[in-house]
């Protein structure tokens, strides 16, 4: 609710100033920023899409581009360059959509891509880049560009799965997506490893994980294979 700037009290049609108070010395933070003499700027946001494996991140992310070239905005997508697991140079889902992206190593390498004529940027796998992304995505945000970012929000040990926390902090719209357990068919929020690996980082597909829910979940260590 907008604060109040003053009171005033009607009496018989007319209007009964003894109660006003004095107005701040500060702009009316309800105005637009033409109305207070503030240059208007394109208004930018941070969208971050997560939740587990086979939750329907990736295809809710193609969806997401694919109106967005509907309506004729520039769209630039970008992938980590770890995750080669169904195409290099696509982003794909597990059903196998895609739509082209540009495959890079590190948070800042996403920044110096960006044209000036780009309206979106949509990044896939957030969670395997750097801690950087997030100041990156927050950039471009106040540059007047709607980010658009996928990504885990836990590990394979149902941990938080840094930068994605921070990345979900400051954004403006956050959508929690749910797979289907594998065990008993309910919503699923986990990422259950099947494998013996114990890295945090592995990509993979249905051959090193399944979609879990927090009861069937089981968060234990991996062993180590020894070689």
């Known amino acids: 609710m907008a604060p109040f700037l003053g009171l005033f009290c009607a ?3 007319g209007i009964d100033t003894s109660f006003s108070f004095p107005l701040p010395h500060r702009p009316f933070c309800g105005l637009s920023p033409a109305v207070r003499g503030i240059p208007a700027r394109p208004l930018g946001s941070v969208e971050v899409i997560t939740g ?3 939750s329907g991140k990736t ?6 581009i694919k109106r967005a070239i509907l309506a004729r905005q520039r ?3 970008f992938k980590p360059r770890i995750d080669d697991r169904y195409d290099a140079h ?3 889902s597990h059903e196998a959509v895609s739509v082209d992206a540009v495959a890079v190593g590190t948070s800042a390498s996403i920044e110096e891509r960006i044209l000036e004529e780009t309206d979106v940027v949509a990044i896939d796998e ?28 836990q590990d394979y040990l149902g941990r938080p799965f840094p930068p994605m926390p921070e990345l979900m902090a400051i954004a403006e719209e956050v959508t929690k997506v749910h797979a289907v357990c594998s065990v008993c068919g309910g919503p699923a929020c986990r990422s259950q490893r099947i494998i013996s ?11 090193c994980y399944e979609a879990r829910c927090r009861g069937c979940f089981e968060p234990r260590e991996v062993p180590r294979t020894l070689f």
Request: glycine share 10%; proline share 0%.
């Open 126 to 153: 957030a969670q395997f880049f750097d801690r950087g992304i997030v100041e990156v995505c927050d950039r471009l945000a106040n540059r007047g560009l709607r980010v658009i970012a996928a990504g885990l929000d």
């Open 52 to 54: 587990s494996m086979f």
């Open 197 to 207: 690996e114990a890295t945090t980082v592995l990509v993979g597909g249905a051959e």
């Open 11 to 13: 009496f018989d049609g």
């Open 75 to 77: 769209v630039q997508a």
């Open 59 to 64: 295809e809710e992310l193609i969806r997401r």
């Open 90 to 92: 696509r982003i794909v």
